[in-house]
């Protein structure tokens, strides 16, 4: 964050100063979090159902922040407002007016959002210094906050935006508005809170329609709905994917023998083609649409493709609970249980398979849990879901938790399914079941949404593999 005095704060926020001098500077970014203060910087006191963040300014003020904004006096150095989200978004926004010179770049979606935001800082990050969204915080407050870490050194500022209805993304963007932004997909996360597809993409559009025509819209030519949003910006359009219409187009996509990508990146340029091979560190097919997207923003701010192409394949995971693959023990486990949807999970199930037919004598293990936010159609999905799962080959599925035995009824349905699949009540039982079951060389896909902390089965389970002499009763084989 750049420096900025508690009256200028104060009046880019509309608030007023109390308990402080109005030439105190502010000069380490914003958090949230009191245990967590940069030295310098500001803390933001917010009034939730569980604890009141002013209860902690005192606190946050003596571990080394400048100042507090907040609704309320808390008797030390504070900005007083009405709204503190509203305002942290102004001091975004005026942060911003004050960095003339910052290219900012927003990408959204359904799924995929966090992935392709993180491969693409760290592409840009070969390019200039770039200041990028912290894991998947998306929101009206995760946005303004990562708007404030950037300062006059910012080259690139990468911002992942969530929404969670009609007019969320707008909002966001009339305090970050993008000069190139990327509309990844639209699938059926948050049917519950938006009710159609169609819907979605109404939603997830407004992130085109902030640009300018100075801008560029990145648009997905593999997604209809996505496509139609060409005529909703009056930026300069470019399209990514794996159709030949694309401007810049995924080809010759094959994995290795852990699921991750290689393939060639085809841009269509005034003076006809040029290509470079790319083969990623991350895992799962899908992850060549992600790695296409962010391609596609590097170009559009100048990063030669051949750039491009080598800072891609240079990247890792950024973000914890995404594929995560940890081998032990012979064991492969995938940990994806960060969250999930019908269209994620079964992106996951297919590398599952794919690494699991390159592995001789290995039975591929899957332990799913809930999608929530599904909306009237969760229990179908959670059917149909269990079904593609039973119908792709997956040798053993652990449905884990009432919410999800859907999964289970669709799976048993299919011939054969209901000899694979194993019901269990919770993360205990599952588990239980994965530390009695399974051995050298099985591969494990772990997958569900938040809410289900499918992690700690992970967790336990790598655990109990690095254990000395450990192996599965041949019974359970």
Not at 171 to 182: E, I, M, Q, T
């Amino acid at each position: 964050m750049i420096r900025m005095r508690l009256d200028e704060i104060a009046t880019a926020v509309g608030g007023r100063i109390t308990d402080g001098a109005p030439d105190l500077e502010v000069t380490g970014p914003a958090t949230l979090d009191s245990r967590d203060v940069p030295a310098g910087g500001l803390f933001v006191a917010m009034a939730g159902e569980r604890a009141d963040g002013h209860d902690f300014a005192a606190g946050a003020v003596a571990a080394g922040a400048a100042a507090v904004l907040g609704s309320r006096p808390t008797g030390v150095p504070s900005v007083v407002v009405e709204d503190v989200p509203y305002a942290l978004g102004l001091l975004a926004r005026h942060l911003l007016d004050r960095l003339p010179g910052l290219t900012v770049l927003a990408l959204t979606g359904s799924q995929g959002k966090t992935s392709t935001k993180d491969l693409l800082a760290q592409v840009l990050a070969t390019h200039g210094p770039t200041v990028a969204t912290r894991g998947n915080h998306n929101n009206e407050l995760g946005v303004p906050l990562t708007v404030l870490r950037a300062d006059e050194t910012t080259a690139y500022l990468v911002l992942e935006m969530g929404a969670r209805g009609v007019g969320h993304l707008a909002y966001l963007c009339s305090f970050a508005r993008p000069r190139v932004a990327a509309v990844l997909n639209v699938g059926s996360a948050h049917l519950g809170e938006f009710g159609t597809r169609d819907a979605i993409a109404r939603a997830k559009g407004e992130l085109v329609e902030a640009l300018g025509p100075e801008g560029v819209a990145v648009l997905n030519a593999d997604d209809p709905l996505v496509a139609a949003m060409a005529d909703r910006t009056a930026a300069r359009v470019r399209s990514f994917g794996t159709d030949g219409s694309a401007d810049l187009r995924v080809q010759d996509l094959t994995t290795d023998d852990l699921g991750r990508p290689r393939f060639t990146l085809v841009e269509r340029t005034a003076a006809g083609e040029e290509s470079a091979a790319v083969a990623l560190r991350t895992i799962g097919l899908h992850q060549a649409g992600n790695a296409a997207a962010a391609a596609a923003l590097a170009r559009a701010v100048g990063m030669p493709l051949a750039a491009v192409a080598a800072a891609l394949s240079a990247a890792g995971t950024a973000s914890p609970w995404r594929m995560e693959l940890t081998e032990t023990a012979g064991v492969t486990i995938l940990n994806d249980a960060y969250n999930a949807n019908p269209e994620s999970m079964r992106a996951a199930l297919a590398t599952l398979t794919d690494i699991g037919r390159r592995r001789p004598g290995s039975r591929t293990v899957a332990v799913l849990g809930v999608m929530r936010e599904l909306g009237r159609g969760s229990e179908a999905a959670h059917e149909a879901l269990g079904r593609h799962a039973a119908e792709s080959g997956v040798d053993r599925l652990v449905v884990v938790g009432e919410e999800a035995d859907g999964i289970a009824r669709g799976a048993s349905a299919v011939p054969g399914g209901a000899e694979r699949t194993v019901r269990v009540e919770d993360r205990a039982q599952a588990l239980a079941w994965v530390r009695e079951n399974v051995a050298a060389p099985d591969v494990v896909l772990v997958k569900a949404s938040r809410g289900a902390a499918l992690e700690q089965v992970v967790d336990g389970l790598v655990e109990h593999l690095s254990a000395p002499s450990t192996t599965a009763p041949e019974e359970n084989r």
